[in-house]
């Protein structure tokens, strides 16, 4: 069982003065995505989450003789946590509880954290907190761009 802590900023003035996650990744590099521990059918999901990346056109995760990874672990967790992106130890924590199309969007939408997206509102997003059927869209890849430059033009 996982325990999730939540730390609030109070009395910042405006976004500059966060501090940036520990490990945020080029979504257009290479980088590795590892399975700790799991199954067949999870790391066919991991494989899905990076291909659902792929469709719109963020081609970096997966691949192989990349510098930098994430890991993917699967466990128990309390009712309503489906994923979340410890940043720290660069690892996508994601409940076991979930269908394979599930975690498949769970894992799209940890790695979008591990890409430096945040939750959105007001559009469905794969960055929707709480999603489990959204896949990310023409816009996530905007945002992607907005943060990294467009991944077409390297």
């Known amino acids: 069982m996982w325990i999730v802590l939540a ?4 009395g910042c003035s405006d976004a500059s003065e966060l501090v940036p996650p520990e490990h945020v990744f080029d979504p257009c590099a290479p980088l590795a995505i590892a399975g700790v521990d799991a199954n067949a059918a999870e790391l066919a999901s991991i494989a899905d989450a990076s291909q659902l990346w792929g469709d719109v056109g ?4 997966l691949e192989t003789g990349a510098g930098d990874s994430v890991g993917v672990a699967f466990g128990a967790a309390a009712p309503g946590v489906f994923g979340f ?3 720290a130890a660069a690892i996508i924590h994601v409940s076991d509880a979930l269908t394979a199309d599930q975690r498949a969007i ?3 939408h940890e790695l979008g954290h591990a890409f430096g ?3 959105v509102t007001g559009r469905g997003s794969v960055m929707n ?3 489990l059927t959204i896949v ?4 996530d890849r905007g945002d992607v761009a907005a943060l990294w430059g467009d ?3 390297r």
């Open 7 to 10: 730390l609030v900023s109070v």
């Open 58 to 61: 963020i081609s970096g995760p």
């Open 85 to 87: 992106y410890d940043d």
């Open 106 to 108: 769970v894992i799209a």
């Open 117 to 119: 997206l945040v939750h």
């Open 129 to 131: 907190a709480g999603n």
């Open 136 to 139: 990310p869209t023409d816009e």
């Open 151 to 153: 991944c077409a033009d």
